[in-house]
């Protein structure tokens, strides 16, 4: 089956300025999640959605960020304003629904804020 | 706060030999843990589980341990191979009976480097 699919892998942006990520999950996982990772750090949860609803926003600054799953499939993280220290890897997971299932997660992708 | 973390930042190991990567976990609440492996550039692998209605599991050479009493767990990996070089993170998923979903906290992760 195919994977976890993130686009871009890579994104250069000056603070202030305002980025999107994007994510397809693996066909038929319900659940989908947002994780940011700092160099040399495990993997922190932002926001999980289950289908198009939000399940848990708490660790999410909402001041800056905002992610959206409006069909229930695919999903959008946005930064804006970015600041220096949003400067991580931005992971993507799906996993089957809510209960103790693995999460699944794509490749990421790696911003630099400068 | 809970936090899982791991005690050895770095473990080398000869290529053939036995690895043991171990976590400790602080929430007495978790009942599901899971066994990450990252490469570099990739974002973290699935290698095994485990429900805390369980003390072992083994899958295709790593077995996972866990010690409630403790609150430890541990992945070993059996004839280390060069491919198994990467950064392995254990993460606990608090019971979802308490609300707590699927959601991972993960540990800050060993890095294992196999040595030929």
């Known amino acids: 089956e195919a994977g976890v699919a993130q686009s871009p892998r890579y994104k250069i942006i000056e603070k202030r300025q305002s980025v999107a990520f994007w994510c397809n999950p693996i066909s038929g996982h319900a659940t989908l999640y947002w994780y940011q990772q700092i160099l040399g750090q495990g993997p922190k949860l932002l926001i999980q959605f289950q289908n198009n609803g939000v399940v848990d926003d708490s660790q999410l600054p909402k001041d800056r960020f905002s992610a959206e799953r409006l069909k229930g499939v695919d999903s959008t993280l946005k930064i804006q304003p970015a600041k220096l220290e949003d400067s991580a890897v931005y992971l993507c997971?799906?996993?089957?629904?809510?209960?103790?299932?693995?999460?699944?997660f794509g490749n990421g992708t790696r911003l630099t804020v400068t | 706060g809970e936090s899982v973390g791991l005690h050895l930042p770095t473990l080398s190991v000869q290529e053939g030999d036995n690895s043991i990567i171990n976590c400790a976990y602080s929430n007495s609440a978790s009942d599901y843990f899971i066994w990450y492996k990252q490469e570099s550039g990739k974002g973290p692998q699935f290698i095994i589980d485990i429900r805390s209605n369980m003390d072992k599991r083994q899958g295709q050479r790593v077995t996972v341990l866990l010690n409630k009493t403790v609150k430890h767990l541990s992945l070993q990996i059996a004839a280390t191979q060069p491919g198994d070089s990467a950064v392995y993170f254990c993460a606990e998923n608090p019971d979802i009976l308490t609300g707590g979903g699927n959601k991972l906290t993960f540990g800050t992760g060993t890095q294992l480097k196999v040595e030929l």
């Open positions: 997971a799906s996993s089957l629904d809510r209960g103790r299932s693995p999460l699944h």
